[in-house]
Each structure stands twice: as C-alpha cells, then as structure tokens.
C-alpha cells in the first residue's frame, strides 16, 4: 500500500533525527551520533516542528501510533474481506472452514457474548495475551482493559451492542490493553456483530503496534531511511 509522505520538505538531517529516535535515541545520543551539540540537536527538532505542528517528542510518537493504527485497521478489513471471497469459493462446510482459517490467522481473533464474556479465541491471541483458551472462555473481556480504562470501555460495549456495526477501535490514538503479566501494550482492532442460533456475538480482529513500529513508520512517511 502505498503512503504518500506528508512533509516532503523536511531536510535530510530532519529525516536522520527521526530515524535515530525510530531507534530509540535521546537527545544526547543523536548528537555523539552526528557529531554535533545536544542544542543543535534541539533546534533540528524545533523546525521539524515547525512543518509538522507544535508537538513535543511524546506526542510525535502518539501521532505515529493514530497513523500506524488507521493503516493497520484497513489492513485487518482488507483480510477479513480476503477470508469472506475463500468462503465463497470453497465447497467445505463454511462453518469448519471459518474456523481454520480463523484458528491459524497471524492477527489476534476473539469473540465475545452480549454479556462481555469470552466464547472463543485463536491461537495468536492466546499468544498475545498471555491466556490459554481454557482460563479465559467465559471471563470478561475487560480483563484485556487496563483498569482505569474500564468504565469507559464497558459504555462502549453497551453502546456497540445497542446498535451493532462494523467499527475500528483507537480512533483517535492505538487502543491500550493489557496481557495476563499486566504488561500494557497498544493495539488496532476492528469489530464485527454476528447474529447466532445463541444469540449475537462480537468478533474482533486485533493486531499489536509497538512505538518503534509506529515511528519506524512515520520515519519512511517522510522519506528517512530506517534501519
């Protein structure tokens, strides 16, 4: 998929401060990497901001991550859309098919029942969580949501489940969860409703953005190489 780069302008030692800090450089290190002072370093950063906006380094990075997330989020609807068109094409039993290709997907994959709990999950969500499937089926999916997170989130779920619809999650920054060591990581997701013989579930298709992968991304949006 091809990005267009938003900020063509920034010069090439503009591009080199921010492929060093898609590497996890401060300030310090980008200067004894470049051979030059910590306040010209600073100033790079300060035209950078200039042709990008007023942003401090954080939220530069939060910025990468809404970017990262919308791309990822068309990524998961473009397969999703790739699963339907196999369906379509095969003579296997629909059900067993969806739940083989759904089994083995490289994205995180769960569903969910109207009362938030756990029904089912593949392979890579047991791996990016931290459950296995049989200590997590039938558990709220709140134990994904960090705890100062939850009231709002268990609003959202009533909301979506009043009124269903394909809808992307982190709209305006990657949506923040939690693995079973409590570690917090930033995801993208898509949810879907379905209707059921037992009612209506909720699948959700879930990709992790780490902060390098997101400033990896803004780097090549701007032309700087990333290495």
Not at 30 to 45: C, D, F, H, M
Not at 84 to 110: G, S
Not at 182 to 210: D, H, K, Q, Y
């Amino acid at each position: 998929m091809e990005i267009k780069k938003r900020h063509p302008e920034l010069s090439e030692r503009e591009q080199q401060l921010i492929t060093l800090a898609t590497q996890g450089l401060t300030d310090v290190a980008i200067a004894n990497r470049l051979g030059i002072s910590e306040p010209t370093v600073k100033s790079y950063w300060g035209r950078i901001r200039s042709k990008m906006g007023p942003c401090n380094r954080t939220e530069l990075v939060a910025h990468a991550l809404k970017e990262e997330s919308e791309n990822v989020i068309q990524e998961l609807n473009e397969e999703i859309e790739r699963l339907r068109n196999a369906l379509e094409r095969t003579h296997k039993e629909p059900l067993d098919l969806q739940l083989e290709i759904l089994e083995n997907a490289p994205d995180a994959v769960f569903a969910i029942d109207q009362e938030g709990s756990f029904v089912w999950l593949n392979l890579e969500a047991e791996r990016m969580f931290g459950y296995r499937f049989d200590e997590i089926v039938g558990m709220p999916v709140s134990i994904l949501v960090p705890d100062d997170l939850h009231d709002r989130h268990q609003l959202h779920m009533q909301q979506y489940f009043g009124k269903p619809e394909r809808k992307h999650m982190g709209e305006h920054l990657a949506t923040t969860a939690v693995r079973k060591s409590g570690e917090l990581f930033s995801i993208a997701a898509t949810l879907a409703s379905i209707e059921t013989p037992n009612g209506r579930l909720v699948t959700s298709f879930v990709r992790e953005i780490t902060e390098s992968q997101a400033l990896a991304s803004l780097a090549e949006r701007y032309g700087a190489p990333v290495s």
